[in-house]
Nanobody, 123 residues
Framework: QVQLVESGGGLVQTGGSMRLSCAASGGSFSIYDMGWFRQAPGKEREFVAG????????YYADSVKGRFTISRDNAKNTVYLQMNSLKPEDTAVYYC????????????????WGQGTQVTVSS
């Protein structure tokens, strides 16, 4: 079983950048495919980005493509989400999640979740 802890959230102005980190412990991080999700108030949790366990494949929601970059460092048991050109509509709680056997865009298909980190983009 793996434990996930996100960090790096906060308040940023429109057009700014922020990098989120998700540190894993308690398991073999390199066997998990990882995803970043976000949830805004009153909305469902939505897929943002995903990365395969070997980092060979990355996936992005259309709304963040070209602005966000997901990466991972298996030696550090950490996955990152670099967010550039942030918009007010990116405001949400961001979660990282882990599963085996492939990146998936559905939150219900992930086995392990972090507690989330708040990202607020001011206009």
């Amino acid at each position: 079983q793996v434990q996930l802890v996100e960090s790096g959230g906060g308040l940023v102005q429109t057009g700014g950048s922020m990098r989120l980190s998700c540190a894993a412990s308690g398991g073999s991080f390199s066997i998990y495919d990882m995803g970043w999700f976000r949830q805004a108030p009153g909305k469902e949790r939505e897929f943002v980005a995903g990365i395969s366990r070997g980092a060979g494949n990355t996936y992005y929601a259309d709304s963040v493509k070209g602005r966000f970059t997901i990466s991972r460092d298996n030696a550090k048991n950490t996955v990152y989400l670099q967010m550039n050109s942030l918009k007010p509509e990116d405001t949400a709680v961001y979660y990282c999640a882990a599963r085996r056997f492939g990146v998936n865009v559905l939150a219900r298909n992930y086995d392990y979740w972090g507690q989330g980190t708040q990202v607020t983009v001011s206009s």
